[in-house]
């Protein structure tokens, strides 16, 4: 064991013995994201033995609520939409497996912000307003703790530009800058590729619940990454039903006749059990098909080492 002191705190240095050999660090920035984006690939980690920590920045107060009986939990009215989700939230990574679950720097520290441009952005705990060193200290202290082998967080544009995403991007890289030994060894950012989108417009033409409904062109939409630009394609197929449980948890967020459904419903787990991501720290492990993907983001890794 190689210690060291910080701060008068003596930090065991070696990730406890009592951790799997592979940590997944995920950092998201309201509940529901979790699911949405990366539920299937948490619930094949957690399945396969990794340690798989979810942190999630915002309880999500500023939110729709598509259950009608809860309607008065809005931030307008009851303010309460936080603690409910923050309910869902639990019930959520239980479906997938996931036990080790924070919110960054505990429950209630960042507010979420709203959408872009919004006067919830100026709010005094808003999430896109708290000073990135200070928030991203909390995600170090996780690092320090768990020493993650990997973490995956948004791109720089919070995938689709909601500002908390964009801060949980800027927190969790400002994390791996200053974690030093620490930082995960590779990091990647969720992604979608460009023939992926293409299929889904196609599939869901004729669909009632069609997400892409007024969009002529793949390019025109706010995310999607040519497949070249793909590192890794994680196949949680055998895990989707857990991920559709996991959306039902949601169920403020995501309503019955969500779209999402259908993807699961109609197009089965090769659009809901498969999730994808660029790299951009650290080297891609061995891959397959035309672009190399990798199928499992510990490609590559010396695992013995940490
Ligand atoms: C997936 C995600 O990031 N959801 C956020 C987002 O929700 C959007 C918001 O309610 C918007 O008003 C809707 O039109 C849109 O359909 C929703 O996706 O922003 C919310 C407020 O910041 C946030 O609570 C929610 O988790
Ligand atoms: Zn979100």
Redesign the pocket.
Known sequence: MVARTVSAVTLDRTAPDSLPARRLLLVH??P??EV?GTGATMAHYASTGAHVTLVTCTL?E???IHVPALSRLAAAEADQLGGYRLVEWERACAALGVTDHRMLGGPGRYR????MGLPTNEHPRAFWGADLDEAAGHLVEIMRELRPQVMITYDENGFYG?P??IQAHRVAMRAAELAGPDAPEKIYWTAMPLSVLRDGMAAFRESEHNPFAGVERVEDLPFGTPDEQIAARIDGTDHYAKKTAAMRAHAT?IPDNSWLYGMAGDFGGEFMGVEYYTLVKGERGPGEGPHKWESDLFAGLDLDGR
Do not use: L
Not at 112 to 115: E, Q
């Open positions: 920035a309201h529901d994201d949405i999500g500023e939110g729709e979420d912000s709203g959408m909601h908390d995403h967020q």
